[in-house]
């Protein structure tokens, strides 16, 4: 069996298009809602409305390293940081480079993105965007040598990314130190109602009321 290609900007054409990028990203925000009550020790966010019309997801690892998916009409960004990777080395204390790099790249129909300052774009290292006719995702050139372009901590930070419930259960195992039950994975996974019982094949510590606020704000069904 041939094995699948891993996601990373190598790769672009293995990340999920628009709206199942958007509905995994709901599922893994709520995964870590369920599994993690304190807010500041979680990887996955959403919000539903962002802005009018616009939706964002986000992860962070507690280390320095990042992305911001940022979906509207228009189509969608994703944008990276790897505070470690071959990339930053050369970016970093370049942010004006970084910014006309991106500026000069972008779309002109996305280029609402560039004017958020909460993405602090001065630290990319890797960023892709797809239209709703564009056929895959399309890499950001970095301002950096050809033979470290790929090097830019995108496998590591997209990895949950591919849409496989067991890639999840294997992660949460190392980091929550929990191994949800996968039919309760493929559940979420396939937005089913978030039930008492759903929580417990989770090994979710919370109740349902008590994660009623963020499944609203996530824009995760409720019933």
């Given at each position: 069996m041939q094995e699948k290609p891993v996601l990373s900007t190598q790769n672009p054409s293995a990340l999920l298009p628009l709206e199942e990028l958007a509905w995994l990203s709901q599922s893994l925000a709520v995964l870590d809602a369920a599994l993690m009550p304190e807010w500041e020790g979680r990887y996955y966010s959403f919000t539903a409305r962002w802005k009018e019309a616009e939706r964002m997801a986000s992860m962070r690892n507690g280390s320095g390293d990042d992305y911001f998916l940022w979906l509207s009409p228009a189509g969608a960004v994703l944008k990276g940081f790897a505070h470690e990777s071959a990339v930053w080395k050369q970016l970093r204390g370049k942010s004006d480079l970084v910014l006309s790099s991106l500026a000069q790249q972008l779309p002109p129909k996305l280029e609402p993105f560039l004017h958020e300052p909460a993405f602090s774009l001065e630290e990319t290292t890797f960023c892709l965007w797809r239209q709703p006719l564009d056929p895959t995702w399309i890499m950001w050139q970095p301002p950096v040598p050809q033979e470290i372009r790929f090097f830019d901590g995108s496998a590591d930070l997209l990895a949950l990314l591919d849409g496989n419930p067991v890639t999840y259960q294997a992660w949460a195992e190392d980091y929550y130190e929990i191994r949800p039950d996968l039919?309760?994975?493929q559940a979420v996974y396939a937005h089913m109602p978030l039930t008492e019982e759903l929580l417990r094949g989770l090994g979710?510590?919370?109740?349902?009321?008590?994660?009623?606020?963020?499944?609203?704000?996530?824009?995760?069904?409720?019933v």
């Open positions: 039919a309760a994975l979710s510590p919370r109740r349902r009321d008590e994660v009623a606020v963020e499944l609203e704000e996530i824009g995760y069904p409720s």
